[in-house]
Structure formats: C-alpha cells, structure tokens
C-alpha cells in the first residue's frame, strides 16, 4: 500500500499568551484569577487542519506573514506537537526551516556542515564524505574555514540549502529558502528541487515566491489565519 508521506488529521496548535498589562500589583492581589487567565489566553496557530500529501508530491504552502505555514513546517519536522489532532509521517524527514539554525556562529562553515549534518541524521563519516560537494555547491570555497558569524544572511541561506539537500530525504522541507539570495543561487536551488522532484523526493515548500510555486509544486495549500482556505492542483480547487 502506497501510504501518503504526511497526513494531518483535525490538526490545531496553540501558543500560551502570558500578558503584563494589569502589571504586578494587581497580578499578585489577584493571583488565582490571574493565574487561570493567564492559562486560558491562547493564539491558536492553526485551527482544525485536515490533508494528505501524497509520496512524491511536490506540495507548497502559501499565505501573509502570521498565517500559521511555518508552524505547519515544524509540525511535519516534529520540532513543534500538535494541542489537537494528529499530524502522521512516512518517511525520513531533512528540515530547512530557518537560516542558520543548528549553525554555531563561532564555528567555521567547515566545523558548521559537519555539526549541522549531524544534527540532521547523517553519520560524522557520511559528513566527511560528502563534505567537498556541500561547499562545491554553496560556492563558498573562499570563506569555508572563516566562523559563520562573518557571513552574511545569503551565504548562511547557501550553506544551509546544501548541507539539507546533501543528506538524500525522502521528505523534504524548506521555509522560504528559495526567496533568499541572488538570481543564480536562487535558479540553482529551483534546479536541485526539479531533480529531487524527478527522483520521487516529497518536498513541502513554503514560499511567497509564486512564480516558483507554480513551476515545481504539483498543489498548493493556502493558509489564512490559522486556518485552510484551499488546495489547487494545475489551477483548480482540489
């Protein structure tokens, strides 16, 4: 049976509000009442989201700043829990979330690609191993052994994007990278995705790139204060 690569069922997320205004005088006169409001204030990321991303499938993710897509992205990776419901994954996961997470800003881009591979599941050897094409391919061999703090944000986007496509996902997941860095860089990652794509990879990509959406994703959600507005697939609603 040919299961789906990521099924979220009835899937909410929550975040607790811890709000200061009354200030702390009339927190501490009004500790019980203040206690269960502050356990009852909540912004609810998402809100009831059901779908199914099929094995192979190049699924993107749309919507405004604050609509809950990179707390969906978390929710696959396994970072983030679900409050409600059940988010379900077949297969290994190679998360791109953020630019320059698990990097150590005092490490060289060298020591980085090793302590990021490993963090993402690949053996100290299989970094090693692959460790001349990760910096082949983020075109960073004149700044490799400088500490990444020196780097700017397009080249912690290049390190990051290589070291994550390196690691041959099954799934893979990427928050916004496409956007970040200059026309050359960013017509390279769109060729990386075509050849996972083309090899079976899953690939969930968010993105307010919608000329690269409609060229690598086969559907694409949009997300809208929480909330699943709608699924198109080649232009119509799923």
């Known amino acids: 049976m040919n299961r789906p690569a990521v099924i979220f069922d009835h899937v909410s997320k929550y975040f607790p509000l811890y709000s200061t205004t009354s200030g702390i005088k009339n927190f501490l ?20 989201i059901s779908f199914e991303i099929r094995r192979g499938e190049t699924f993107g993710v749309m919507g405004r700043n604050g609509a809950g897509k990179s707390t969906m992205l978390s929710l696959i990776a396994d970072v ?25 800003p005092d490490l060289t881009g060298r020591e980085n690609i090793i302590l990021n591979a490993v963090l993402l599941g690949m053996t100290k050897r299989e970094a090693i ?17 400088q500490p ?10 290049r390190l990051g994007f290589s070291v994550a496509v390196h690691r041959n996902p099954e799934i893979l997941l990427i928050d916004e990278i496409l ?8 017509k390279k990652c769109t060729k990386k995705m075509l050849s996972f794509k083309e090899n079976g990879v899953t690939i969930v990509i968010v993105s307010h790139n919608e000329d690269i959406l409609k060229k690598i994703c086969d559907r ?17 609603e799923y």
């Open 129 to 145: 191993t692959k460790l001349d094409e990760i910096i082949d391919f983020a075109e960073l061999n004149g700044f490799i052994d």
């Open 220 to 236: 694409t959600a949009v997300i809208e204060r929480g909330k699943l507005q709608s699924i198109t697939e080649t232009g119509k």
């Open 179 to 186: 956007s970040v860095g200059d026309a050359q860089f960013q």
């Open 80 to 104: 983030l829990k679900p409050s409600k419901g059940e988010v379900t994954i077949n297969g290994r996961i190679s998360p791109l979330l953020e630019l320059g997470s698990g990097f150590h």
């Open 148 to 157: 990444i703090k020196t780097y700017s944000s397009g080249m912690l986007a």
């Open 29 to 48: 006169f009004h500790l019980p009442s203040a206690i269960k409001e502050m356990r009852s204030a909540r912004f609810w990321a998402l809100k009831d």
